[in-house]
């Protein structure tokens, strides 16, 4: 009886012994990713703290009425040096100088760090550049009123914000004093006028959480639209197209071709076909300007980087292109083997 027992106990007690191993080990997993996010976070509360610092610099000028913001010029990058607050001896541009012309569309290319999309952080003065002087018609951004300046430039980024409310509402946060008709016009010039008469409330209808109720040309057409009816000098273009399928991404590049006529535009693009129009390219590579000229100076130069890159994503498409046919045969074959 007592020999029962011991065994009865000795089975139990392995039992249990191995479910607290294995709920230990899956415990001990778990800590990896879990300290893995902490460091994101740390890091992510950082750059925010820093960015925080540096909007209380900034909008000490904006009470300055006199601080006004002229952007009916050229923009110049001179001699601009900048490292993150949070990133200490990374230097992401290193003595950049360029001119964006008044009225004209400048491209920014290069790989991914070679600091373009900081260019539109510093024109915006999220940050300020650790040295060198950044000016709009002759005059320093730095002296301008922050308020003033971003009322007076339009963003669009690669993936649109929209908030669940209606499409009317979403396009009216870009003015807060917008007419019914200046937002339909506004949508007119957008592009998206016409899908958003189709809708069954139009433009009362709801985006849904996350907008899904709309497709992702819809949405970066309501967003251009609402980045349009405040009627920005200055149009930044952040990879607004590179989240888009080839289809809608043929039709809102032609939208934002339309939307920077005569109006001083920057580009930032990874689809090097999307600036074949622009009227300068500047090829960025490890924060400095190693090439520019225009779409077609830039193909005919041999051994040219912006060439090398275009000739890189033309292979891309075409491998591509190839996929989507063979997936194509592949569905057909298997359609016609049901039937």
């Not at 009916?72 to 001699?79: A, K, V």
């Not at 849904?208 to 405040?230: N, Y």
């Not at 920005?232 to 043929?250: C, G, H, Q, R, Y």
Request: hydrophobic letters at 35%; proline letters at 1%; one cysteine or more.
């Amino acid at each position: 009886m007592h020999e029962e027992g011991r065994n009865k106990l000795n089975i139990s007690t392995i039992i249990l012994v191995v479910t607290l191993f294995t709920q230990g080990i899956y415990l001990i997993g778990s800590i990896g990713p879990c300290l893995q996010a902490l460091a994101e976070a740390q890091v992510a509360i950082k750059e925010t703290n820093g960015t925080e610092d540096n909007e209380t610099k900034v909008w000490k000028d904006s009470d300055n009425e006199n601080a006004t913001v002229n952007l009916n010029g050229d923009i110049r990058f001179d001699s601009v040096t900048f490292e993150y607050p949070t990133r200490h001896h990374t230097t992401v541009l290193q003595n950049l100088t360029f001119v964006a012309r008044a009225g004209e569309t400048t491209a920014l290319v290069g790989s991914s760090g070679s600091g373009k999309s900081t260019c539109m952080s510093l024109l915006l003065r999220l940050y300020e550049p650790s040295s060198g002087n950044i000016t709009i018609n002759g005059k320093s951004i730095s002296d301008c009123n922050v308020k003033k300046l971003r009322q007076s430039i339009g963003v669009v980024n690669q993936e649109p914000i929209l908030f669940d409310t209606t499409i009317y509402e979403n396009i009216l946060y870009g003015n807060k004093n917008a007419t019914r008709a200046q937002i339909e016009e506004a949508a007119r010039e957008a592009n998206a006028h016409n899908f958003i008469m189709q809708l069954t409330e139009k433009y009362d209808t709801l985006v849904g959480e996350r907008s899904i109720q709309l497709s992702g040309g819809e949405k970066q057409r309501v967003a251009l639209a609402r980045t349009l009816v405040k009627q920005p000098v200055l149009l930044l273009l952040d990879e607004a197209t590179s989240a888009l399928d080839n289809i809608n991404e043929k039709n809102v590049q032609e939208t934002l071709s339309r939307a920077c006529k005569n109006r001083t535009t920057i580009v930032i693009a990874h689809r090097l076909a999307a600036v074949r129009h622009a009227d300068c390219i500047y090829v960025l590579d490890k924060g400095k300007i190693v090439e520019s000229g225009t779409y077609k100076t830039l193909m005919s130069q041999e051994g040219s980087k912006y060439r090398e890159m275009v000739q890189v994503q033309q292979l891309e498409t075409i491998e591509n292109d190839d996929d989507i046919r063979w997936n194509q045969e592949q569905l057909k074959d298997e359609n016609e083997k049901q039937t």
